[in-house]
């Protein structure tokens, strides 16, 4: 009569996945990538002592480019210019144009950086380059409490990408990542205050993250119908 209680599982992005209950949507699924051979390499994940949503902002806020990857990105323009950013329920996303400064980035030549983020927990860039093609970088952090995370992500190459090796370019990604870490690690407060408890202006850099808040609270009450109605 001994018995194991099973979960579902389903592998993408280079991880494993799982569910501890009904799900109330499907799986992060972006289009972007149906129809594109993508080569993926998991890296190790990184604790960051913040929120989930603190962590998905920080990952697409291109306004800090200049002051905080210097090193990675190189000199970077410190005005941001005007978002075009789009929003689909829980879907946020918008493109910026990345030229290649002189950092680690600097080799393969200047791309459209199109930001993809779902509510409530995964962020990426697809990186389009003019000649080597298409690399991805992809989010998903992990809540351990209300204000940590442990963040586990990975990078794609197109399987026939004329650039960088998939272990060159994961070294680059976690670059960033750690000179992103002890800047997220001074947050206050280190959630997003959902309930405005805590004074916030917005400049024209944040529309993409207003749309994320957006999106979050679009979730939230996809998840209230589902607790009383039972129906994704």
């Not at 400064?101 to 200047?110: C, P, R, V």
């Not at 960088?164 to 994961?170: I, K, T, Y």
């Not at 917005?202 to 009450?221: G, I, M, Q, V």
């Amino acid at each position: 009569k001994a018995a194991i209680r099973t979960y579902p599982a389903v592998e993408r992005f280079g991880h494993v996945w799982t569910v501890l209950e009904e799900p109330v949507t499907e799986l992060y699924d972006p289009e972007e990538w149906r129809d594109r051979d993508l080569v993926w390499l998991a890296a190790d994940p990184l604790s960051s002592s913040t929120g989930v949503a603190v962590a998905i902002e920080n990952f697409r806020d291109v306004a800090h480019f200049p002051f905080v990857h210097q090193v990675s990105m190189g000199p970077t323009p410190e005005v941001v210019e005007p978002l075009q950013v789009r929003r689909d329920g829980i879907d946020v996303r918008m493109d910026h144009q990345l030229d290649a400064g002189s950092g680690d980035w600097a080799a393969q030549g200047d791309c459209l950086m199109s930001y993809h983020c779902v509510a409530p927990g995964l962020a990426s860039i697809s990186y389009h380059y003019a000649v080597a093609g298409l690399r991805v970088v992809a989010g998903f952090p992990s809540p351990v409490s209300y204000d940590e995370v442990r963040i586990f992500w990975g990078v794609a190459n197109e399987r026939d990408f004329k650039g960088a090796s998939l272990e060159e370019c994961l070294r680059v990604e976690e670059m960033v990542y750690l000179e992103d870490l002890p800047i997220t690690a001074n947050i206050e407060p280190r959630e997003v205050p959902w309930d405005a408890e805590v004074p916030e202006f917005s400049a024209p850099a944040d529309l993409f993250t207003l749309n994320y808040r957006r999106a979050f609270h679009e979730l939230t009450r996809r998840t209230a119908e589902f607790v009383e109605t039972g129906t994704p």
